[in-house]
């Protein structure tokens, strides 16, 4: 079956805790965003890659970092959590950059 | 900057009564326009989508949608809506420009439609 997963599903965190959200795709797709979902502001798009070690930031990029070392995984890491990274974060992928194909979320509480 | 808006952040509505979201964007060149639905607890599954040809796009669970260029709208439209579309809707646009050459989609800020029995 064609999917995008997350791990973990939920996390609770502490400030300043490293952690990572790990993105795997078994579609072959070249473009993996992720994305941050907040109420009233949508999904903005944190970072993109476009092909193995080929990333680029998006819209709101600071406190994030990702790699793209496969081309099935893309694992959004924060180095030092914030009690304003707690979200909802989806992993995306595309074929072509356009139709994107979103995992199942990832809520993290950032306390 | 290039951005969506989704008029209405909140939709009440009984079953049977006909929807439409609104949708707007702002880039005035070519441009991919999709719309999303987020069941609660779920993931983001696309609805449908417009690259070209006819403006009236019909997509998945009855709803279509209508590109007016000139009005830089996307409307989103069901004839009579279910209890089982309570969800979240969100537009979205895919444009060259958006991002020097990569497609990224920007998002509208969503509406929330919950569909009384």
């Known amino acids: 079956e064609a999917q995008v997963t997350q791990n973990p599903r939920y996390l609770i965190t502490v400030t300043g805790k490293k952690l990572t959200v790990t993105c795997s795709q078994n579609m072959n797709h070249e473009y993996m965003s992720w994305y941050r979902q907040d109420p009233g502001l949508g999904l903005r798009q944190i970072y993109y890659?476009?092909?193995?070690?080929?990333?680029d930031k998006g819209d709101v990029p600071e406190g994030y970092k990702v790699s793209r070392k496969e081309k099935r995984n893309f694992p959004l890491i924060l180095e030092s959590p914030s009690p304003n990274q707690t979200s909802l974060y989806f992993c995306?992928?595309?074929?072509?950059?356009?139709?994107?194909?979103f995992g199942p979320g990832t809520r993290l509480t950032v306390l | 900057a290039q951005s969506v808006s989704q008029h209405n952040h909140h939709v009440i509505l009984s079953e049977a009564a006909s929807l439409e979201l609104g949708c707007n964007y702002s880039?005035?060149?070519?441009?991919?326009l999709f719309w999303y639905v987020q069941y609660p607890g779920q993931h983001l599954q696309l609805l449908l989508k417009?690259?070209?040809?006819?403006?009236l796009v019909k997509g998945i669970k009855g709803f279509e949608a209508e590109f007016i260029k000139s009005k830089f709208s996307f409307n989103l439209r069901k004839p009579s809506v279910q209890w089982s579309d309570t969800a979240e809707y969100f537009c979205?646009?895919?444009?060259?420009?958006?991002?020097?050459?990569?497609?990224?989609?920007?998002f509208g800020a969503g509406t929330r439609l919950a569909v009384h029995p």
């Open positions: 890659s476009m092909n193995v070690e080929v990333t």
């Open positions: 417009y690259f070209s040809g006819d403006p």
């Open positions: 880039y005035g060149g070519t441009v991919n």
């Open positions: 995306a992928s595309s074929l072509s950059g356009y139709e994107q194909f």
């Open positions: 979205a646009a895919s444009a060259p420009m958006f991002s020097g050459g990569y497609n990224k989609l920007i």
